[in-house]
């Protein structure tokens, strides 16, 4: 966005309020449950039902950083109605001019690395700078029911707090690498509303974690000391998307265990090829509980973000970054279209039931379903 872009004005439908949480009435009746006890039935007034917006009220209200509407948007893009999926695409064409200002951080790590803490740590440190921060924090979803907790915001109760973070948790939804499917589009909309600094929080850590790296513009791995030969399997495949490796938890008795961590991963990132031309990944060290190091680390982002600036990697990055989401879209919408045909359909339960049996080769069974969907 550039400089002489001006944000519309905008008055929102509760003015005075946007901050403000809404209470929801709970479930009628005086009882606790127990039996032998009558419910009371409790007269309360009736809430009206949230307006729909327009399209021009959507932008508008993203564009005045109405944190409801900034919600309201990011919910209308995630949904899969296609009556929503329209008006959010329009919505996102006119946002496109008032975003790509923001620093793109996605922050990955081994579990219990303490990345929701460590994510309030920096969080806090940034408002505090002045800086507005977007949290989008993707809690893994269960592959058998499609839920997930959502409890980030429990998490970074203290950030959750602060009027100038924003934090989005949403679920996976099974979305390769923990990312939920409409991040990118959220990333957008954050951006719009005006917040300087995105931190994309991933769930766990292997090589499907190439999809944050493909919609950031810096990849932060948290480590933690003394975890052990458990780390091995990952280590290369995610350090070389790494720009900065942060060992995490280097307080108290783990101090030293931390630091000897950080010699020891500064070794192994000396024979790896750099995740970003140009730029040399480093380990440092950190403790979100004390916040030492927190500003460190910081520092070290700018710099990155300064030096790719400079040299043109970021624009080149952001418009590769920006052709593989068009081309994993394609290919969503070509899985769905397989997977919907009639014909496909048909033959897939006996085509399987062949293949389980062995009397057909996988091969020549994607063949056949090939030919049919084609056909």
């Not at 007269?43 to 209200?61: C, H, M, N």
């Not at 946002?95 to 790509?100: A, D, N």
């Not at 440092?284 to 400079?310: H, K, P």
């Amino acid at each position: 966005m550039s400089d002489s872009t001006q944000r519309p004005d905008w008055v929102p439908p509760n003015a005075g309020s946007a901050f403000t949480t809404s209470v929801m009435a709970g479930v009628d009746g005086g009882h606790d449950g127990l039996r032998g006890q009558t419910s009371v039935a409790v007269s309360r007034p009736t809430t009206p039902r949230r307006k729909r917006l327009t399209v021009d009220e959507y932008v508008a209200g993203v564009l005045a950083s109405d944190r409801n509407v900034v919600a309201q948007t990011i919910t209308l893009v995630e949904s899969n109605a296609q009556a929503h999926f329209d008006m959010g695409q329009e919505v996102l064409r006119q946002l496109i001019p008032y975003t790509g200002n923001s620093v793109r951080v996605g922050i990955t790590g081994v579990p219990g690395a303490g990345k929701s803490t460590f994510i309030e740590a920096l969080g806090l440190h940034l408002c505090e700078q002045g800086h507005k921060i977007a949290v989008l924090a993707v809690d893994p979803s269960s592959t058998v029911t499609r839920g997930s907790i959502l409890g980030d915001k429990t998490r970074m109760e203290l950030l959750s707090r602060d009027l100038r973070a924003f934090i989005r948790p949403s679920p996976s939804s099974g979305t390769l690498g923990g990312v939920a499917r409409k991040s990118r589009e959220t990333i957008l909309v954050c951006e719009a509303a005006g917040f300087d600094v995105i931190l994309v929080e991933t769930v766990g850590v292997g090589q499907s974690e190439t999809t944050v790296r493909s919609m950031v513009d810096f990849f932060l791995l948290l480590m933690i000391s003394g975890a052990g030969d458990e780390l091995q399997g990952i280590k290369k495949g995610i350090m070389e998307l790494a720009d900065a490796l942060l060992v995490n938890k280097a307080d108290g008795d783990n101090r030293l265990r931390a630091h000897a961590a950080r010699a020891d991963y500064n070794r192994a990132l000396h024979y790896l090829a750099p995740a970003t031309e140009g730029w040399r990944t480093k380990a440092y060290t950190c403790s979100a509980l004390t916040g030492e190091g927190i500003n460190a680390i910081w520092n070290v982002i700018s710099d990155f973000r300064q030096q790719i600036t400079a040299s043109g990697v970021l624009e080149k990055r952001r418009q590769r970054q920006t052709l593989d989401w068009v081309y994993s879209m394609v290919e969503e919408h070509l899985r769905a279209s397989f997977f919907n045909h009639a014909g496909v359909g048909s033959i897939r339960t006996d085509i399987e039931e062949a293949v389980v049996n062995g009397h057909i080769p996988p091969t020549v069974a994607a063949q056949m379903l090939i030919r049919k969907y084609e056909g």
